[in-house]
């Protein structure tokens, strides 16, 4: 049974960072794209990052270019997302997400097959 398990979250001063992990088991991924996903009250889940198996591609929503960086461990079967310079607008429960083996349209939802259970992630002004 596969599961990915996140950790990381917590409350964090606005400016501060952050670094959340996704630990997969029951299968391996090393040639599965992997994501970020986020959703804050109210709104509708929406795409943060994602990154190719080899970690050779990543893409980025806008409103974390430049201050979220994915990255991946295959040894451990295992992703990260590093978030620094958190804003306020940055909380929301965070989702890791594992696709298939196609760097495509890793921005839609569909395009992945597994989630993590979320992981809070609040910042204060």
């Known amino acids: 049974q596969v599961q990915l398990v996140e950790s990381g979250g917590g409350l964090v001063q606005a400016g501060g960072s952050l670094r959340l992990s996704c630990a997969a088991s029951?299968?391996?991924?090393?040639?599965?794209?992997m994501g970020w996903f986020r959703q804050a009250p109210g709104k509708e889940r929406e795409f943060v990052a994602a990154?190719?198996?080899?970690?050779?591609?990543?893409k980025y929503a806008d409103s974390v270019m430049g201050r979220f960086t994915i990255s991946r461990d295959n040894a451990k079967n295992t992703h990260y997302l590093q978030m620094n310079s958190l804003k306020p607008e940055d909380t929301a429960v965070y989702y890791c997400?594992?696709?298939?083996?196609?760097?495509?349209?890793?921005?839609?939802?569909?395009?992945?097959?597994?989630w993590g259970q979320g992981t809070q992630v609040t910042v204060s002004s």
């Open positions: 997400a594992v696709g298939g083996d196609r760097y495509y349209r890793v921005d839609v939802e569909d395009n992945y097959n597994y």
């Open positions: 029951g299968r391996t991924f090393n040639r599965a794209v």
């Open positions: 990154i190719s198996w080899s970690g050779g591609s990543t």
